[in-house]
């Protein structure tokens, strides 16, 4: 009989087991565009997360991401991720519907797709989210920065994005009608 | 030189003008769908109008619905169809893409679709709108009901829905994930 | 009882009757962009149509498009515009669903979306179509140029659209997931 | 030095190796709904795939069905299940963007979606796949009928789907504007 207290992250893995498993299958994520929208739905804002290395003090941009746990829903690892990115006054407007504006595919080993995952293949459902709150990222090593769609779009920054994301963040802008000319 | 006051409506067409156009080309509509959605994005209730006949005392129910005029975008006339249908306070939550969840066409004849208007060939964008508000339709024959996915797709709903919208709904639940078994 | 015979194309209007109601109600477009795939479906070129003006001998570049007939159904109108401009053996695969990648709004008057028509406001459809067989253009003055997608990406390539639809071919190549860095 | 010859399908795993591994993540699938279609990309038939029990003898219905493999990609994934379950001459036309007509999320445990897989915790993209060749099933327990979509709508049908799959049988119908009233 166990006497152990129930964990309270079941789908959580210890470090040598989520390695181990990154060798053997894709592993799925959510990735999250936060926007803000006006009254008619039209984006003025995009959020993209700054990320400062502790140790090179290089600064990368990302969006918000992170797995899709066992038993866990789509929907509430696009809630907990978003949470865990944009913490708990964000109030995130999750979708609907579960079809993403586009699945990203994260190869370990670059040039397979623009897309680049030293650690993994990695499989991401993207979604864009309007958030209406206040947005503070609950880690310090993390800032999140409004763009408007024209800042986005701007090579310098898309250049930054982490494993190849400004491809990523240029589609959600071309399937939001704001990607520009 | 001009002293007629300025058309507060320019888009609208006086009746024998649009009869007219009816009988020449398609007319382009939206339609929503208003739903509650939980925390997760997840619809628990939809939002299905009942309209009385004042003349023969017959139900029927119907959609949010409503032409794009002349000069107007979809977004704008998206948002004016939800507040003429469920009135000012109902703070619709509008779509941050254009891309409809399905295109329904209506022929004048019917049988060619399940979708029917005698009066026109008409084609529609539409769309699932999240409301947070109090809804209230602002013409007195029209009255919004709320009703969970199981409810809605109950064939007599189903089969009420004016013009064969029994079908585009539940499009719109397959859509949502929530049309059952 | 009618002596007429019947009308060879019932959805065409005279010039004086169309111009009527472009100036009454938006007109209902689709518009197609023609590709080449791989065995997976990735998409390796891009059909773009180059027209010769005959009066300025100026050169721009266009996708298939073509108005919706009253009476003509979505599917049959993208058939009918992709005969049209392919020619007979482009054998293009249509669409499982009518559902565009994108709704694209044109105004009469320029600056409100990057789209514009001078001749009316119109709403298109848009749809990715391969095609597997020849092209041949039915018009003298227009020709079809396959371009790949970082050709048809190109500023140059893009500034040259009619009507702003280089906005409309970079939302083709970002939902086709082949608009690059 | 490495003296083993390659492995030929590095993507697969020992059994025990992917049961430890259902155990740790979520398993991320494709999913394809075969499709006749006409000339105007309009559903006639549906494949759904009968599969026999060698040892109850009992029948049950399910569509083309497998994992992704680490590195591979959804396309090249899709295209090796289609040519697993419907054999080498089916020609499939894979889907011009990755993104699925819907996401089905499989839990081991039942209740918590309509779809269930005692298995695993399975995700799913799912497409409309069009296919224009001969189907023949490589595996001797399975065999392929076409049904028009009021037949694949039957509950007796729907009710037969292994997994719960009628939803998802029923939301495809409904994607393709072929579910009826």
Chains 1, 2, 3, 4 share one sequence.
Not at 37 to 54: A, K, N, P
Not at 149 to 178: F, I, N, S
Request: glycine share 8%; with cysteine; aromatic share 6%.
């Amino acid at each position: 009989m166990s006497v152990r207290t129930p964990d309270p992250n079941p789908g959580w893995l210890p470090e040598f087991a989520l390695d181990e498993t990154r060798a053997r299958v894709p592993i799925l994520y959510v990735e999250a565009v936060p926007v803000r929208v006006d009254s008619h739905g039209t984006v003025e804002h995009i959020g993209v997360l700054l990320r400062g290395s502790s140790t090179t003090g290089e600064m990368t941009r990302t969006l918000v991401s992170g797995r899709v746990l066992h038993g866990e829903s789509v929907r509430d690892a696009l809630l907990r991720n978003l949470e865990k990115d944009l913490g708990p006054t964000a109030f995130p407007q999750l979708p609907t519907s579960v079809v993403p504006f586009t699945v990203a595919e994260y190869f370990p080993f670059p040039g397979v797709t623009p897309l680049h995952d030293p650690r993994q293949h990695a499989v991401a459902l993207a979604y864009v989210v309007p958030v209406t709150g206040e947005c503070n990222p609950r880690q310090d090593a993390l800032e999140l920065t409004w763009l408007t769609p024209e800042e986005a779009a701007h090579p310098d920054v898309l250049a930054d994005m982490e494993g190849g994301r400004g491809t990523l963040l240029k589609q959600a802008l071309a399937h939001l009608g704001v990607l520009g000319a």
